[in-house]
Nanobody, 119 residues
Framework: QVQLVESGGGLVQAGGSLRLSCAAS????????MGWFRQAPGKEREFVAA????????NYADSVKGRFTISRDNAKNTVYLQMNSLKPEDTAVYYC????????????WGQGTQVTVSS
């Protein structure tokens, strides 16, 4: 089993920055990727960004390209999401997720952290 613990959410004004962290523990060797998703009130959960272990590549939703950066600290088994130039429409609960290599799906989720961007 893999456990994920998120931190770093909060309230920020439009144009500001926040950094989210997601620390993984447990059977981290079973993972192929980690990512961030978000869910705004009344909307479905959507993909934000992902970091692939195998290809050491990153992937972003169009809505955050150029503003958000996902990175990984191997030694700490931690993934970060640096969010710059935040907009009110970025307001959501952000979830960290881990993709199981064998299953090929994100099957482990963090508890979520609230990000609120005021205009």
């Amino acid at each position: 089993q893999v456990q994920l613990v998120e931190s770093g959410g909060g309230l920020v004004q439009a144009g500001g920055s926040l950094r989210l962290s997601c620390a993984a523990s447990g059977r981290t060797f079973s993972l192929s990727a980690m990512g961030w998703f978000r869910q705004a009130p009344g909307k479905e959960r959507e993909f934000v960004a992902a970091f692939s272990w195998s290809s050491i590549s990153t992937n972003y939703a169009d809505s955050v390209k150029g503003r958000f950066t996902i990175s990984r600290d191997n030694a700490k088994n931690t993934v970060y999401l640096q969010m710059n130039s935040l907009k009110p429409e970025d307001t959501a609960v952000y979830y960290c997720a881990a993709k199981n290599r064998a299953a090929g799906v994100y099957d482990t989720w963090g508890q979520g952290t609230q990000v609120t961007v005021s205009s």
